[in-house]
């Protein structure tokens, strides 16, 4: 069983930045591809992110492209979702996901494991 905690969030200005952290415990990240999704009060969750299990490849939302990224260190059981010139629409709780098939993916049913979210919110 894999377990995932999300750290990072909280509270910025529009035009700030936050990095998001993604700690996984039970199997080792290297194993598992991984991803970003978030949720915005009355609305569906969406994809952020992705990155592949050797981290060699991502795959980025229109709306967050050129202004997140997102890495691994797997030595450290780490995915980090960078967030940058951070809009007032980008305030959502944001997940972790993980799931140990190969390809990079974008759904949200294509992930197996899920975190308990956290709270980013942008004021403008």
């Known amino acids: 069983q894999v377990q995932l905690v999300e750290s990072g969030g909280g509270l910025v200005q529009a035009g700030g930045s936050l990095r998001l952290s993604c700690a996984a415990s039970?199997?080792?990240?290297?194993?598992?591809?991984m991803g970003w999704f978030r949720q915005a009060p009355g609305k569906e969750r969406e994809f952020v992110a992705a990155?592949?299990?050797?981290?060699?490849?991502?795959v980025f939302s229109d709306s967050v492209k050129d202004r997140f990224t997102i890495s691994r260190d797997n030595a450290k059981n780490t995915v980090y979702l960078q967030m940058n010139s951070l809009k007032p629409e980008d305030t959502a709780v944001y997940y972790c996901?993980?799931?140990?098939?190969?390809?990079?993916?974008?759904?949200?049913?294509?992930?197996?494991?899920w975190g308990q979210g956290t709270q980013v919110t942008v004021s403008s």
């Open positions: 996901a993980a799931d140990p098939r190969w390809v990079v993916a974008t759904r949200a049913y294509e992930y197996n494991y």
């Open positions: 039970g199997r080792a990240s290297s194993s598992l591809r």
């Open positions: 990155i592949s299990r050797s981290g060699g490849t991502t």
